[in-house]
């Protein structure tokens, strides 16, 4: 165990520390950090998708007024790496998915390198392809890291000796990123290097990615990225747009490029989540103990670049079974390439799972809280390993209690208002507990208190505020005498702004800065003393399993007429152990809530297998929830620390928000109708049976 950083500022609802110079309009986003004599960059990009290019004419888009360069893959300078095919980008004449970059116009405004890119021709050579997913497709195989199949027992026997078998289907579609900022990245040769002003979730991992791949040094390479408005996963890896901005800054060094990402382009070059399907079987005794357990994933990858959104990662640990079989198998198709959403693997693995919670409750006629308090291991059921703290069951008691659970009644179509039906459901949710080592932070002393300096990450999920805060407690000063330095390749290094793990990578080099500050410096340091610390692993750890959990509670109106769905309230229920601020916390809870209500109620990537093209890549036509679409929502979480997290006591929580609430979502609309839906996202039109 490790002793728990002392709080005084910790626990404190502080306000942004940002906050009031981002309303302003004071803060710069990446494209907007000031450069002079810029040139905007407007991308070429394929109609088809698969294939290869067979001419570029470009001659007319050159003879534009404004026009400094046109690029394409006759022209790009040379990639010192080409193994990434997601980046490797106009290295040859190949198309490996509709959407993918062919080149670029840069010129002296956004206006006319749009006018001069409808200018180039680009003649095309199609090949036949393939963008139809499908669970029975024959190319699917075990993903290219390995299979990772569990195999326990003999499922097939416990299946058919079962008192009750529930044996369904379940389905997620296409989601994609879109955070209030595009990807936008602004770079410049010169003769110190590239400098890159980026919108990106890891200044340091971007570095490390790109460095390797331009042929460049790493400390030839700064990328400046201080404020982000948003990621959610999109931004944790560099996609090609970066790098389409680098080759072609390299072709007029002195002069800054600047490219931010169209939305309708976001949805094939900046990553997404591939739909998944779902197969679920689970065997158990009359009393609702479960004896057999399957589950097997399919994912759509792409054949540019593999990226498998692992849908097994939550059974995994979730629930125990005497026999169990747990699969996960990709489908690479010629599409764009996915990559992180919130929560990836969690976020669609429970809807499958929690929604077969739920109907296996109603074949046992158990309160599906009580059916999975039945269920709970006493170890990891994935790794033999005792559990860190499981409290999954305290947070389905205290939601239960929040929510007045006792007055459902269990019956479908129960309860009415008027026209409308009215049902409550509930899932679990549950994301693992990690903290990234090697990050580093820089503690100075100055004349009006302390500089802490560390190259993380703020997406809007309070970096700034809350890391001063850690910052503070540890230097053993009030806030205001800590400045923060962060979001730049010049700090420290920083681990990425992904996979929960931020803050407590963060402030584990922070704290251990000061340590070895006190240590160096004493009780009376002069100006300009200094001290760097590095974060170590976590031995509290070792030897367990390390997870958040949390219980979403829902209830939903159904209108008997039309099939329209709305939202009544949600409740979320978290152990996370200690909560650094309790305002940016509620937020990271509530978004992740609001994010989930997107995945049952409104997201879905509508592509055409025809032309392997998201035919709604805008949001007008690729709907997400909106003010009027969240109804009360509420965020709670159990009083509590975590010494095993380490000496700060937290966990992450940016993720789990958004596991388990869309399957709660669809639990509660089955209790209001009767109807069940296993295929995200639910319509009206689900109900008008």
């Not at 479908?412 to 080592?437: E, F, K, N």
């Not at 407690?473 to 929960?500: F, H, K, M, N, R």
């Amino acid at each position: 165990m490790s002793e728990l950083l002392p709080a005084r500022a910790i626990g404190t609802a502080r306000s942004r520390i940002e906050g009031p110079d981002k309303v302003r309009g004071r803060v710069p986003y990446a494209y907007e950090h000031p450069v002079e004599d810029a040139l905007y960059l407007y991308p070429l990009t394929s109609t088809i998708a698969r294939g290869r290019v067979t001419r570029f004419e470009a001659s007319a888009a050159e003879a534009v007024d404004g026009v400094v360069h046109v690029l394409t893959c006759d022209n790009a300078p040379r990639l010192a790496d080409d193994s990434d095919g997601e980046l490797a980008i106009l290295q040859d004449d190949t198309i490996g998915f509709r959407g993918q970059y062919l080149g670029a116009v840069v010129a002296t405004t956004p206006e006319v390198a749009r006018q001069a890119a409808e200018l180039v021709v680009v003649d095309t050579a199609p090949e036949q392809h393939d963008a139809a997913f499908r669970a029975d497709h024959p190319g699917a195989r075990e993903p290219e890291g390995g299979a990772d199949d569990v195999m326990e027992g003999d499922v097939e026997t416990a299946l058919a000796t079962a008192d009750i078998v529930l044996d369904q289907r379940y389905s997620t579609p296409s989601e994609h990123n879109n955070p209030m900022e595009p990807h936008t990245t602004v770079g410049r040769w010169d003769e110190d290097g590239l400098t890159l002003w980026m919108s990106t979730q890891g200044a340091h991992p971007a570095q490390q990615t790109l460095a390797p791949l331009l042929g460049i040094d790493p400390e030839k390479l700064r990328i400046i990225s201080p404020h982000v408005g948003g990621g959610f996963g999109s931004k944790g890896l560099p996609h090609a747009d970066a790098v389409l901005t680098a080759l072609a800054s390299r072709a007029v060094p002195g002069r800054a490029v600047k490219y931010a990402v169209s939305r309708q382009h976001m949805f094939p070059l900046t990553g997404y989540r591939a739909p998944t399907s779902q197969h679920v079987r689970i065997g158990a005794r009359a009393d609702g103990t479960i004896t057999a357990f399957s589950f097997e994933a399919v994912a759509m990858s792409s054949t540019t670049k593999e990226f498998p959104e692992l849908a097994t990662k939550p059974a995994r640990s979730m629930y125990a079974g005497e026999s169990r079989l747990i699969t996960q198998r990709v489908v690479p198709l010629d599409v764009p390439v996915p990559s992180w959403m919130r929560a990836p693997g969690e976020a669609p693995g429970m809807v499958g799972l929690e929604i077969a919670m739920d109907e296996l409750a109603v074949a046992c006629g158990i309160d599906p809280i009580e059916l999975r308090v039945r269920n709970e291991p006493l170890r990891d059921p994935d790794t033999g390993l005792p559990f860190n703290r499981r409290r999954l069951v305290d947070c389905l008691r205290e939601g239960a209690d929040r929510f007045d659970w006792d007055r459902r009644s269990p019956a479908p179509r129960s309860h009415r208002d008027g026209g409308w039906l009215i049902g409550l459901g509930v899932a679990s949710a549950t994301y693992p507990a990690m903290r990234q080592p090697g990050s580093q932070a820089r503690v100075t002393r100055t004349a009006d208190g302390f500089q802490v300096s560390i190259g993380a990450a703020d997406l809007g999920t309070g970096t700034w505020t809350v890391l001063t805060q850690v910052a503070a407690d540890a230097l053993d000063v009030d806030p205001g005498q800590v400045v923060l330095e962060i979001g730049d390749t010049d700090l420290p290094t920083a681990t990425v702004a992904g996979g929960s793990t931020g803050l407590a990578s963060w402030s584990a080099a922070v704290m251990e800065a000061a340590r070895i500050f006190r240590d160096e410096h004493g009780e009376a340091p002069d100006v300009g003393d200094s001290s760097t610390g590095t974060a170590g692993t976590n031995p509290a750890a070792e030897g367990l399993a390390t997870h958040s959990y949390g219980a979403h509670f829902v209830q939903v109106r159904v209108h008997e007429a039309t099939g329209q769905i709305r939202l009544d309230r949600m409740l979320g229920v978290f152990s996370a152990g200690r909560i650094i601020n309790p305002r940016t916390a509620r937020s990271q809870f509530t978004g992740g809530m609001t994010m989930g209500v997107g995945m049952a109620l409104h997201e879905k990537g509508e592509l055409d297998p025809r032309f392997g093209h998201v035919v709604n890549h805008d949001l007008a036509e690729y709907h997400v929830p909106v003010n009027a679409d969240i109804p009360e929502i509420e965020a709670h979480w159990l009083d509590e620390e975590d010494p095993t997290a380490g000496p700060l006591g937290a966990r992450g929580i940016g993720e789990i928000g958004i596991v388990g609430a869309a399957a709660a979502i669809v639990n509660a609309a089955y209790h209001a109708t009767g109807v069940r839906a296993r295929a995200l996202p639910v319509f009206g039109d689900t109900f008008l049976r």
